[in-house]
């Protein structure tokens, strides 16, 4: 993906990323409690941001992979850096792509989480059919996003219901939760992939 410019790129980019990696942590923990890999599972985190989902992975993941996509190069580079010694052991692999398209074979995972990323999937309805396509058969899938920054966009109840809708039609069920976090409430789509 050369030469892509986010919003997360750049000096803002490098200010957003330490900021992300403490505050976004609490909500990555969360997010990998609610997947509740298996130590062999193969897991992937769309929007990585700066690498700290990636470490919990890694940590719950003894006999597994975790593998990740983020558009941004700055975030690519800092979840580099922060995982460094998981990816020189080969459990890691993370790649500059968007959740459009995600770069790993049909029914690659048993597992994909994404936090505070898909309210940025433009549109969303792309990103999550990638996801549908690399879960296997009965995989889990979680999405966990802060509200606000949903409704910078539009009403929660809409979002929530394109979310769910898209899934469904891809043969995912889901349920829907929120809990609170340091930086705010969070909106949680869990969802489980037919066998």
Same mark, same amino acid.
């Given at each position: 993906?050369?030469?892509?410019?986010?919003?997360?790129?750049?000096? %803002?980019?490098?200010?957003?990323? +330490?900021?992300?990696?403490?505050?976004?942590?609490?909500?990555?923990?969360?997010?990998?409690?609610?997947?509740?890999?298996?130590?062999?599972?193969?897991?992937?985190?769309?929007?990585?941001?700066? @690498?700290? @989902?990636?470490?919990?992975?890694?940590?719950? =993941?003894? +006999?597994?992979?975790?593998? @990740?996509?983020?558009?941004?190069?700055?975030?690519?580079?800092?979840?580099?850096?922060?995982?460094?010694?998981?990816?020189?052991?080969?459990?890691?692999?993370?790649?500059?792509?968007?959740?459009?398209?995600?770069? %790993?074979?049909?029914?690659?995972?048993?597992?994909?989480?994404?936090?505070?990323?898909?309210?940025?999937?433009?549109?969303?309805?792309?990103?999550?059919?990638?996801?549908?396509?690399? =879960?296997?058969?009965?995989?889990?899938?979680?999405? =966990?996003?802060?509200?606000?920054?949903?409704?910078?966009?539009?009403?929660?109840?809409?979002?929530?219901?394109?979310?769910?809708?898209?899934?469904?039609?891809?043969?995912?069920?889901?349920?829907?939760?929120?809990?609170?976090?340091?930086?705010?409430?969070?909106?949680?789509?869990?969802?489980?992939?037919?066998?």
């Amino acid at each position: 993906m050369p030469n892509v410019v986010t919003p997360f790129d750049g000096r %803002w980019g490098r200010a957003t990323a +330490r900021v992300m990696a403490t505050m976004n942590r609490d909500m990555e923990r969360a997010a990998v409690e609610i997947l509740d890999p298996a130590p062999s599972a193969d897991v992937l985190t769309v929007g990585f941001g700066p @690498g700290v @989902g990636v470490e919990e992975l890694v940590r719950r =993941l003894s +006999r597994g992979r975790v593998a @990740g996509v983020d558009p941004s190069t700055v975030m690519v580079t800092h979840a580099c850096r922060r995982n460094q010694d998981a990816i020189a052991a080969g459990q890691v692999t993370l790649r500059q792509a968007g959740a459009e398209s995600i770069p %790993w074979p049909d029914a690659s995972f048993d597992g994909v989480v994404a936090v505070n990323s898909a309210q940025l999937w433009d549109p969303v309805a792309v990103g999550l059919g990638e996801v549908a396509r690399v =879960l296997r058969p009965g995989g889990s899938a979680v999405v =966990l996003t802060h509200r606000w920054a949903i409704e910078r966009a539009q009403p929660t109840d809409r979002w929530i219901a394109v979310v769910t809708d898209v899934l469904a039609h891809h043969g995912i069920v889901t349920t829907v939760s929120t809990r609170r976090f340091r930086s705010g409430q969070g909106i949680i789509i869990a969802g489980s992939a037919r066998e």
